[in-house]
T-cell receptor, first 113, second 112 residues
């Protein structure tokens, strides 16, 4: 079956612009996670959605970052007023339930000039 | 102390060797554990879950030691294709929220 998909695969933007990144999880997966990974670094947890519960936003680095998940499926991560330090690969993952094995999308490589 | 720590390596081993990685975690309330592998410029892919009793999948064996708060991954008969970064993941559950913490990964290079 279809895995997790993300779009765009690459995004180049100018400092100060807003960007939206999209994630389509595996159908039927109730949990969805966003991470970012800078070059040579580990995965940094950003936000976690579980079903209809309020998301856990404890990993968001600043109020410029927000995410939503519509209809318990597709999620968008929005970064407002992008900064150069936001440059990274943004990865989305889904799992059948929280705490179970996760399946990752291919990521969106964001470059802020 | 970091929540999840791994020796970054690299571990440089010949084909056929046996290699082991450890991963320590600080939160005793951690509830589920996994090993992922990540190839260069690719997304992480699940390698195996880690169960309390230990588990094996072909050449790979994972173990959990709750008392000492570490998990391990053993790879036997290493193949060139095993070259990758191995990430351990620890999930802590709080009020129904499962927040995963990834280690920074251990790099493995298998050479001919």
């Amino acid at each position: 079956g279809a895995g997790v998909s993300q779009s765009p695969s690459n995004k180049v933007t100018e400092k100060g612009k807003d960007v939206e990144l999209r994630c389509d999880p595996i159908s039927g997966h109730t949990a969805l996670y966003w991470y970012r990974q800078s070059l040579g670094q580990g995965l940094e947890f950003l936000i976690y959605f579980q079903g209809n519960s309020a998301p856990d936003k404890s990993g968001l680095p600043s109020d410029r970052f927000s995410a939503e998940r519509t209809g318990g499926s597709v999620s968008t991560l929005t970064i407002q007023r992008t900064q150069q330090e936001d440059s990274a690969v943004y990865l989305c993952a889904s799992s059948f339930e929280g705490g179970l094995k996760q399946y990752f999308g291919p990521g969106t490589r964001l470059t802020v000039l | 102390r970091k929540e999840v720590e791994q020796d970054p390596g690299p571990f440089n081993v010949p084909e056929g060797a046996t290699v082991a990685f450890n991963c320590t975690y600080s939160n005793s309330a951690s509830q589920s554990f996994f090993w992922y592998r990540q190839d260069c410029r690719k997304e992480p892919k699940l390698l195996m879950s880690v169960y309390s009793s230990g588990n094996e999948d072909g050449r790979f064996t994972a173990q959990l030691n709750r008392a000492s708060q570490y998990i391990s991954l053993l790879i036997r008969d290493s193949k060139l294709s095993d070259s990758a970064t191995y990430l351990c993941v620890v999930n802590k559950g709080t009020g129904g929220s499962y927040i995963p913490t990834f280690g920074r990964g251990t790099s493995l290079i298998v050479h001919p």
